[in-house]
């Protein structure tokens, strides 16, 4: 009897575990059909729209990088610090797919006369809504450590393309829309009611490293992924841009989420007995 209770016990016991930008209870559900515990490497960018950069000129407010961040002939990139990502099959669990992307150390700072408004260390959360958070600074000084800076919109995203001898994955098209906080947070830094919620502000392109490629953590996989195109924030996206012979061989199968990659490697056939 006192080994029932305590198996019992046991059974019940919740432990923390981190999903997503917080903290979530495990519990008994459907099991995870592939998880990468540590995202490495490569980069989110953003190529700006010439009526986001416009409005802010006519504004006089000019856009620059921040650390390791760098705008080049009008594209914002911002390197990939790390993250986590655990996907389920689709109907299962909602959001399918947890996790966040991390940016930590760059970022883009809005500035007008002596006032600089700083946003950086971005995080990418592929849930629903799909978001962009990260820590805002005037002149110098923290506003806010996470706040939802950018609207994410899955629907326009093209299909996934691999590159075999880079090992790498890339996903374009995602549209990035400044969210209404962050638009009123601006017209207030200064001083003008022009900057508007859901102002569009460039398509992005986030790159990675594929699974196993440097220090990269390889992904756990308790089964093979949902066969059929791979849910977005707006739609669904087919995985035919993914190299044949990495297919073909069973090796990789990529989901997206909300403009999130996702990239976990399908067991063969053989494998699975």
Excluded: C, W
Aim: proline share 6%; glycine share 16%.
């Amino acid at each position: 009897m006192k080994m029932r209770m305590m198996a019992a016990a046991g059974v019940a016991a919740l432990a923390l575990t981190g999903v997503g930008s917080g903290l979530a209870f495990a519990q008994s559900g459907p099991p995870p059909v592939a998880t990468i515990p540590s995202l490495t490497g490569q980069s989110t960018s953003v190529k700006l729209d010439s009526g986001f950069t416009d409005a802010l000129k006519s504004l006089d407010v000019t856009p620059a990088p921040t650390g390791k961040g760098t705008v080049t002939d009008g594209t914002a990139k911002f390197p990939i610090t790390g993250g986590n990502v655990t996907v389920y099959k689709p109907g299962e669990v909602t959001p399918y797919v947890q996790g966040m992307i991390m940016h930590d150390g760059s970022g883009l700072s809005l500035t007008k006369g002596s006032t600089k408004v700083t946003l950086e260390n971005f995080v990418i959360d592929p849930g629903q809504p799909a978001t962009l958070k990260g820590k805002v600074l005037a002149n110098g000084s923290t506003l806010a450590d996470s706040v939802t800076l950018f609207d994410l919109d899955g629907s326009t995203l093209k299909p996934i393309a691999t590159d075999a001898s880079a090992n790498t994955a890339t996903l374009t098209g995602t549209t990035v829309r400044l969210s209404s906080d962050a638009a009123a947070a601006l017209d207030k830094a200064f001083g003008t009611d022009a900057i508007k919620g859901g102002t569009t502000v460039g398509i992005a392109t986030i790159v990675v490293d594929l699974p196993g490629k440097g220090g990269s953590s390889s992904s756990s996989m308790p089964g093979a992924m949902p066969s059929g195109g791979a849910q977005t924030g707006g739609g669904s996206t087919a995985t035919g841009g993914a190299d044949p012979a990495l297919l073909a061989g069973g090796v990789l199968t990529l989901a997206v989420a909300g403009g999130a990659l996702v990239v976990v490697r399908r067991r063969r056939a053989t494998d699975r007995g």
